[in-house]
């Protein structure tokens, strides 16, 4: 894994201990308006046929992922944003690169759940003093797992090309600062 300090990224992020705990607290939250929210993810998906394509290519994976989706969802408040959170995160970046989905789809995904846990927010918390800093903390996350997620995908894929073209990484690395330097 690329040099990935989950704990210098929080803090560079404003990922607070505040946060933090706001966000453990809305994990009943979550529970309760989860499963509706992964029902419309996968709505959403399934409007583009290469989508469903790929939720659709081996029996009963559209199932296993519905339930890795709403662990995922309420994982973001487990309170706890360390190593081991960083490790999950980016085993999920990695399937993705593996299965062949682009970064886009992945982003364009998580722009959705945003959309769909402000509501979730207003409808729980809505007058509450705190209710902006709620949705604030909930797009902190998502935003450091998209960071995450987005450095593996970096990773992996610099992996497969080191691992078919037999190129060292740093003969790579040095390609690419002379190819962008002036
Ligand atoms: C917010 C965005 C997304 C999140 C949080 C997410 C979450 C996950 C998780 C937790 C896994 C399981 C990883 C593992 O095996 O350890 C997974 C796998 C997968 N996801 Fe996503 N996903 C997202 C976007 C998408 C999108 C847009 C698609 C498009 C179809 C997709 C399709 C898949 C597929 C095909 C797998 C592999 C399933 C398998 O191993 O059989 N995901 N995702």
Redesign the pocket.
Known sequence: MTEFNIAEMRKFAGLSDGDAALLAGMKPMLEKHGPAMVAS?YSN?DQHAH?RN??D??PG?RE??GK??L??LLSLASGSYDTTYLEQRY??GQ??V??G?DPR??I???S??RGQVAPMVEAEYGGAADQSQRVLALNKVMDL??NI?LQSYDDKRMDMFLETTGFSKSLFESMIASAGAD
């Open positions: 993810f998906l989508l790929l939720l290519a081996k994976r296993i992922l890795h989706l662990a995922w085993v999920i399937r993705h593996e299965v989905l789809w992945v364009g995904a998580m959705y759940c797992d998209l997620m």
